[in-house]
């Protein structure tokens, strides 16, 4: 809790520095936020420390869980820090109204590949489902690496991704490793780009070991091979640029995917019967399914009517 002046002094010009650095560059994150934080630490280490005199930025005070929100990655960005819900849904809005620049990097040893693994399965509408991920091919137990510097916020089993590890980063992105066979970390663990936060495999729904690797802005999913030149392993850019069109895309291919309707194939159900039900022809649906009239109709197949 705020004990003095002085502290709400420092603490109002702390964040007005960092709401400078959003608002008058469109930029933020990279080491700034990391020295901000490391900054911070330091002082608190001296003033724990009886010899050294505190610097008066921060004396006179004690730790308290609302003074370290400060110290989170991004937190002037998200304002959440939560450590069981992987992504709270829709809740937060981007409000992107011009481009905002983010820098990914600043040095060549600041970012990583998660794995080495090639593409085996791209970002966007897959069968009628969204991919907000690619999907890189490994060996269970090959290492999985953080993507950027940051902090882990969620590190826990789903019953979809498996064992899964989200770093949220200094330069305001979050990513997210799924179907590992173990994970290493634990929320609130400060990671460094290329640091192991676990091991690849195959757990959660997941049909083959490989890591499934989203980036996230304020939740909104973007494709990774934008950020990242996945055969090559290197950074695309040490900056990605966030308007409004970088979300709009997805958006219509969800609306997309949504719109779409699917049967799924059941004991005795045929072509023509399935036309029936849904009002239309035999024709439409082998176009739409890209299937020959003649088909057999497996169990569980998901045919498209809409
Ligand atoms: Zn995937």
Known sequence: ?????????????????VLAQVVDTAAYGGP?????????????TVEEGADAPAPAMFSDRTWDLNDSLTFLPSYEVYRTWNTDAIFLGGTQSHGITDTLRLQLAHEDCDHAMPCPGHLTSGYGPRKGRMHYGVDLKL???????SAFD????IS???RTFGHVVVVRHYNGLETLYAHLSERMVEPGQEVHAGDVLGLGGNTGRSYGSHLHFEVRFLEQPIDPSLVFDLEKGTLKAKHFDIHKGTFAAIAAAKAEAQARKYHVVRRGDTLSAIARRYGTSVSALCKLNGMKQSAILPLGKRIRYR
Do not use: H, Q, W
């Open 1 to 17: 809790m705020i004990k003095n002046g002085t502290l709400l002094v420092a603490s109002l010009l702390l964040s007005a520095s």
């Open 150 to 153: 940051g902090m882990v916020r």
């Open 32 to 44: 700034e936020g990391n020295e901000i934080y490391e900054a911070l630490i330091e002082s608190y």
């Open 139 to 145: 060996e269970t137990g090959d290492p999985v690496k």
């Open 156 to 158: 826990k089993y789903n």
